[in-house]
């Protein structure tokens, strides 16, 4: 299935770049980042093998920019995320048992990204940008547990700006072979996860130690 939908993503991404640039990648993030299955490791290493091309963007009539491509996906990933949220927050999670599967997203996916932000609670919208499965459904999970918009938007804007721009950095690099983006990504799949828990871990601890009730003022 998941062969299928690159399949027909790739063509879609051709022309859609090929029509409108810019406005093609803001797009196509924010379909992604609303719980619908069109995997950024295409949307984004795609426009940067355009920008290692030195291709030129439809809009502006001049080469491909990374740094223009990062605010655009950054952007692209807070509106989908702020769509998906409420999305969340108005239909809850009996709308992801009853229609999920059709999303591709599965069950044991939501459940981990709903133990995940259950343990760890607000910075959950950050790291969850760098953690397969969870990435695709947080935003809906925050919105059914009514996280604060405000705090929601900064964590999730944060935690877009490094996958951004390491998927749009992988696809200068791979170039022509930018498609291959999503098994090169996978050997760190487990290390990301690894790495993220650990960084939340070492958040949390710092938040107890510098909210801690019984501390003199003075020492803080």
Same mark, same amino acid.
């Given at each position: 299935?998941?062969?299928?939908?690159?399949?027909?993503?790739?063509?879609? /991404?051709?022309?859609?770049?090929?029509? =409108?640039?810019?406005?093609?990648? !803001? +797009? @196509?993030?924010?379909?992604?980042? %609303?719980?619908?299955?069109?995997?950024?490791?295409?949307?984004?290493?795609?426009?940067?093998?355009?920008?290692?091309?030195?291709?030129?963007?439809?809009?502006?009539?001049?080469?491909?920019?990374?740094?223009?491509?990062?605010?655009?996906?950054?952007?692209?990933?807070?509106?989908?995320?702020?769509?998906?949220?409420?999305?969340?927050?108005?239909?809850?999670?009996?709308?992801?048992?009853?229609?999920?599967?059709? /999303?591709?997203?599965?069950?044991?996916? =939501?459940?981990?990204?709903?133990? !995940? +932000? @259950?343990?760890?609670?607000?910075? %959950?919208?950050?790291?969850?940008?760098?953690?397969?499965?969870?990435?695709?459904?947080?935003?809906?999970?925050?919105?059914?547990?009514?996280?604060?918009?405000?705090?929601?938007?900064?964590?999730?804007?944060?935690?877009?700006?490094?996958?951004?721009?390491?998927?749009?950095?992988?696809?200068?690099?791979?170039?022509?072979?930018?498609?291959?983006?999503?098994?090169?990504?996978?050997?760190?799949?487990?290390?990301? /996860?690894?790495?993220?828990?650990?960084? =939340?871990?070492?958040?949390?601890?710092?938040?107890?130690?510098?909210?801690?009730?019984?501390?003199?003022?003075?020492?803080?």
């Amino acid at each position: 299935m998941l062969g299928f939908i690159d399949t027909a993503i790739i063509p879609f /991404l051709h022309s859609l770049y090929a029509a =409108v640039g810019y406005l093609g990648v !803001f +797009f @196509a993030m924010v379909v992604e980042s %609303t719980l619908l299955p069109l995997p950024s490791e295409l949307i984004l290493p795609f426009a940067g093998f355009l920008i290692s091309d030195h291709s030129i963007e439809p809009l502006t009539h001049g080469e491909w920019n990374f740094w223009v491509v990062v605010i655009v996906g950054v952007a692209a990933n807070t509106t989908g995320s702020l769509f998906g949220y409420a999305l969340g927050a108005k239909l809850g999670r009996p709308f992801l048992d009853r229609w999920g599967r059709y /999303l591709l997203v599965r069950k044991h996916e =939501v459940d981990k990204a709903e133990e !995940f +932000f @259950a343990r760890w609670g607000s910075p %959950t919208a950050f790291f969850s940008r760098l953690l397969p499965g969870v990435r695709s459904v947080i935003s809906f999970i925050a919105g059914i547990s009514h996280m604060p918009i405000g705090r929601f938007t900064v964590y999730s804007t944060l935690g877009a700006i490094p996958w951004t721009i390491a998927l749009v950095y992988a696809g200068t690099v791979l170039g022509s072979n930018w498609t291959q983006i999503r098994d090169a990504f996978k050997p760190f799949d487990n290390l990301i /996860l690894v790495a993220c828990v650990a960084a =939340v871990a070492v958040f949390v601890i710092w938040r107890i130690v510098h909210n801690d009730p019984d501390q003199d003022p003075a020492e803080a």
